[in-house]
């Protein structure tokens, strides 16, 4: 394994670059690994004969993947809470909604800290610790820094955040201290928070784990291992994912092309990629067919996850889910995107707003024949219900959308059979 500089193709050894991981010409770097010696077809027998392991790493739902993923790390350094291992779930209601034949949603708000930042996160501690590292640190828009406060907790490190001090989700902030992290909280936009830790970081001696740490699209390359597992390697037409920092993105579009590379699966499914229409820098991009990224100053979704102006990787993503898979990109409005989160709530399953923005752009994309209605799609549900429950309240109070979701709640002092009765039978 080795790093590449994405722009002139310099190769460094793992242990040359870090913070931050760009190369002397200022590119971003990759991680690329040698496939040579990997047969496929037994790496496939090998992943489902893992599925019966409880307790390894093997049990883990991204070191289950190791060989595609860290085949050099040492046992010894593996951080786990058996992250991945996350629902594939087909629901015929939100097809229906979306507009399409087949809907299956991949709830990565299973993960052990509530979103997808878990399969990357675990990689990412994991590298600092074999380099020596005992302090950790990223600039968080809130799942980021909850997993990190999590994953450096259990491998008995310290973590330090910065979150940015407005339109941020007060769970999240709460789980990030309850895990023992130190949070630095600022003024100021995730995109300044990240060029000062990127800055600085090395003399402070933490590890970066921001997106732009080449390890954490390693790892969470295993949401689209695990999709083609479940799926018995017979992938769906579509896979659709919100876009912020673009990290998943780019490590479903990188997960894709190393598959389809081992020959692991004959179909390669298209990336979109859905923004919220306030911070959509990338879709703008696509759409206009502009050669770079124009940041946007002041970016606003009540999408917090995705509240992000300037997203760092945006080559990447470009160049894996949008080049390589013939990806498409769309905008969202926050109403549609909480529409869609009502009808996910729903459903069961539930989830946070930017993770809606997933069902909602397919919805967009479907209504405009931009994604044929006879396809099949899986969504990346990509945080958890419970993460921001002030957009539930908003939800019910009508605030985001015209909202179906008013709350049933029966309020009755003395608890009445008739008052019950009559709550019960009006529904
Ligand atoms: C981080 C995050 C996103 C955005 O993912 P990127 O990899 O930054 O594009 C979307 N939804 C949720 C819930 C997130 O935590
Ligand atoms: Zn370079």
């Given at each position: 394994m080795k790093f590449v500089c994405l722009d002139c193709e310099r190769a460094y050894r793992?242990?040359?670059?870090?913070?931050?991981?760009?190369?002397?010409?200022g590119g971003l770097l990759e991680v690329r690994q040698d496939y040579r010696g990997l047969d496929g077809e037994r790496l496939k027998l090998e992943f489902d004969n893992r599925?019966?392991?409880?307790?390894?790493?093997?049990?883990s739902g991204v070191w289950r993947y190791k060989e595609l993923i860290?085949?050099?790390?040492?046992?010894?350094?593996i951080t786990s809470r058996y992250e991945g291992n996350t629902g594939l779930y087909p629901s015929a209601t939100l097809a229906e909604f979306a507009g399409v034949r087949g809907l299956m949603l991949k709830a990565q708000s299973e993960n052990p800290s509530g979103s997808f930042k878990d399969n990357g996160m675990a990689v990412a501690v994991s590298y600092g610790r074999s380099l020596g590292y005992r302090r950790f640190t990223c600039t968080s828009t809130g799942n980021t820094s909850s997993s990190l406060a999590m994953y450096a907790a259990w491998a008995g490190c310290s973590s330090y955040v910065f979150l940015p001090?407005?339109?941020?989700s007060m769970n999240k902030v709460l789980q990030t201290l309850a895990y023992g992290a130190q949070v630095i909280s600022f003024e100021g936009t995730y995109d300044d928070g990240i060029r000062f830790s990127e800055l600085h970081s090395e003399q402070l001696g933490l590890y970066v784990c921001n997106s732009i740490n080449p390890f954490r699209i390693e790892g969470q390359k295993s949401i689209v291992f695990e999709i083609a597992q479940q799926l018995r390697w017979q992938m769906p037409d579509w896979i659709v994912v919100p876009g912020g920092a673009l990290s998943n993105a780019t490590a479903l579009g990188k997960g894709l092309y190393e598959l389809k590379e081992l020959g692991m699966i004959d179909k390669l499914p298209r990336v979109a990629v859905v923004q919220a229409e306030g911070a959509s820098p990338f879709h703008q991009m696509v759409a206009q067919g502009d050669a770079q990224l124009k940041p946007v100053r002041n970016p606003y979704t009540r999408a917090t996850a995705m509240?992000?102006?300037?997203?760092?990787?945006w080559k990447k993503a470009l160049q894996y889910a949008i080049k390589y898979t013939k990806g498409v990109t769309v905008s969202v409005t926050d109403e549609e995107i909480m529409l869609a989160k009502d009808r996910i709530d729903r459903s069961g399953i539930g989830c946070e707003p930017a993770s809606a923005a997933s069902v909602a752009g397919l919805k967009k994309l479907a209504a405009a024949g931009i994604i044929d209605k006879e396809c099949t799609a899986v969504c990346l549900l990509?945080?958890?219900?419970?993460?921001?429950?002030e957009a539930i309240e908003a939800l019910y109070k009508g605030t985001l959308a015209p909202s179906e979701a008013a709350p049933s709640v029966l309020h009755t002092p003395d608890l009445t059979l008739d008052e019950v009765r009559r709550f019960i039978t009006e529904l």
């Open positions: 793992l242990e040359e670059r870090r913070n931050p991981f760009v190369c002397d010409c599925l019966a392991d409880r307790m390894s790493s093997w049990a860290a085949p050099e790390l040492p046992d010894a350094y001090k407005h339109h941020i509240n992000i102006g300037n997203p760092p990787s990509t945080g958890h219900i419970l993460k921001d429950t």
